[in-house]
């Protein structure tokens, strides 16, 4: 049986699944996040690992330390470098923290604060959410 939520890469080989509707849903300015995602920010949210479950492929994990010096997995796609998942974050034991962009339907879940907005740049406008100048605490 299909979980609630589904997602997949670009290309369709990595997909996976999970039933939790997140609560920590952010978007991050970060420069980490930048440089990942290759636009101005990244949106994201927390899912337990173990309502995480892999349909099929093999992510490919890029174990990178963050500019906080925290260590992290960051999964893409083998065959078309979607990423689309992180996993192993120091600090956050037994969590994934998906790709919003990676849902079948991203529409399903909107962004619940800002994050890092000290590195937001000038042209972008804050939205009607809570902001946080660094991770929220
Ligand atoms: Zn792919
Ligand atoms: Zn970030």
Request: charge should be neutral; aromatic fraction near 10%.
């Amino acid at each position: 049986m299909t979980k609630k939520y589904t997602a997949k890469c670009a290309c369709g080989a990595v997909k996976f699944e999970f039933d939790t509707d997140p609560t920590f849903i952010a978007i991050c300015h970060c420069l980490d996040c930048k440089k990942a995602s290759g636009g101005e920010a990244a949106t994201f949210f927390a899912v337990p690992e173990d309502d995480f479950t892999l349909i099929s492929g093999k992510p490919k994990a890029f174990h990178y330390i963050a500019n906080s010096g925290n260590g992290l997995d960051r999964n893409s796609c083998p065959e078309c470098a979607a990423r689309v998942f992180t996993d192993n974050l120091d600090g956050f034991p037994g969590t994934v923290f998906v790709q919003l962009g990676s849902l079948d339907r991203p529409e399903l879940i909107t962004p619940k604060l800002e994050m890092f907005t000290r590195r937001r740049l000038g042209w972008v406008k804050p939205l009607d959410l809570p902001q946080f100048e660094n991770m929220p605490s």
